[in-house]
């Protein structure tokens, strides 16, 4: 994100040093209009967030950013020369912390209500509902891509526009505390958990352990918020007489649910259901995507629609106006394949949802899915195991080929073959830094007409893979049969 622009409200340096508890030097009496964390982007009225990275110290740069205009550094020690210097510093003792009280002032100014979303699998997509619903009425704001910690949150805020009347925020957690920090500073009317996963499991040990670090959520909570949990996961509807909040529970399976969406359809593309109420029922909801995880994390959205008092019909119109973001699950067709790619991030909940929708797509459409599935990082003493576990899901959905790119998806395979699953129908290939072979294996084996599922944690960028087979499959077309 680069220099923001401060269209909501402006702050002048004096208030700046009073929201942060920062001590003000120099005291010019400037006016901060924009906020950058990038030397390269300051000019008139920016105030620099001079931030210690692991390449670089913004604090080496503070000269350079006020010879270009910058009003005031935002900082944590006193450069030299500091009454040299032709703008202010406020000095504090974490600027991280510090932008964080500011982005926090500028929300108390615009004073949007705010929808706080967090959860180890399907928090972006369930974002992007809930901001596709509530643009419908509202003019919303967004977290944009990984902008969900403690860094990019603030930042996210800071980017408001003045009219904003709804903001979607997603909050990102690797350690215990993270998200709690985070709701305190949104203060979020509605909070939602869209699921408990084992992503940072490594960190944190247990998935109770994780359960405990994303109801940090409600710690900023409003006291008359509410907040929407996942009923089929028995970690969170265990919650349903702990929290002081008001919860809802949605569901596609538990009965108990306030809200459950059944009856489920899909075609070209489109997924239809009803979501059933405590005292009706809103039938025929459609949204333009598949997967039971989509229709789930819809349902959330629904749900944040009727609590901002929207009409059944301005939700659906809402919900039908989704795009789903970067590598996550695109689904499209190129050299007689239907390509499923969903690279942006993996864990064992996801992997699981993407393996149902391959074998979904290819069983309306009577021909051979072929998974190629990567490493799942982030799973410490628990990787082997959770990879396994993936390799008996491939054998029960009768995935027709398996590929597994990476040491440790090996282990995949190896679930994958300890549950029936033929070795002759593995291809593994175990080194990330080798993705021409990769996709040349797979373009070997490749029929017309086959859907191909492409699925890995950030890290391993499966997306090679697939650049490299689709130019495979321009010097080399499949035989349309």
Known sequence: MNRIELEGASFTVDELARITDGTLINNKG????SVSTDSR?????????????????????????????AVCALCERIP???????????????????????????????????????????????????????????VSHKTEGNFNNE????????????????????????FKGEISYLSKLASPGIAVITNIGNSHIENLGSRENICAAKLEITDGLDPDGYILLNADEPLLFAQKD?????????????????????????????????????????TNIQIPTIGMHNVHDSAFAFVCGLLMGMSDDEIKRGLMKFKNTG?????????????????????????????DVLARLAK?????????????????EYSKNLHMEIGKTVAAKSISKLFTFGKEAENIALGAINHGYMPERVGINGDIKAPEAAAHAIRATLKHGDVVLFKASRAVKLERVIELLKKELDSSPLADI
């Not at 050299?335 to 942006?344: P, R, S």
């Open 327 to 355: 590598m996550r699950q695109n689904v499209y067709v190129y050299g007689g394949v239907t390509i499923i790619e969903d690279c942006y991030n993996a864990g064992p909940e996801s992997m699981k949802a993407s393996l």
């Open 242 to 282: 702990r929290l002081r909040h008001k919860i809802l529970f949605v569901s596609m399976q538990n009965p108990a649910a306030d809200f459950r969406a059944l009856n489920v359809r899909t075609y070209d593309g489109y997924s239809i259901y009803d979501l059933v109420m405590p005292n009706r029922v809103v």
């Open 30 to 33: 400037g006016i901060i209009t």
């Open 80 to 138: 030299e020369n500091a009454e040299l210097l032709c703008g202010d510093l406020v000095v504090v003792k974490d600027s991280i912390v510090a932008l964080g009280k500011l982005a926090k002032a500028y929300l108390e100014r615009l004073a949007p209500r705010i929808v706080a979303v967090t959860g180890s699998v399907g928090k972006t997509t369930t974002k992007e509902f809930i901001y596709s619903v509530l643009n419908e009425k509202f």
């Open 151 to 174: 860094l990019g949150l603030p930042l996210t805020v800071l980017s408001m526009k003045k009219e904003t009347r709804a903001a979607v925020l997603e909050m990102g957690m690797s």
């Open 41 to 69: 982007e300051c000019t008139n009225g920016t105030l620099f967030v001079a931030i210690k990275g692991e390449r670089f110290d913004g604090h080496d740069f503070i000269k350079q950013t006020m010879d270009a205009g």
């Open 364 to 380: 309306k459409s009577s021909t051979r899915s072929v998974a190629v599935l990567g490493e799942m990082r982030e799973l410490g």
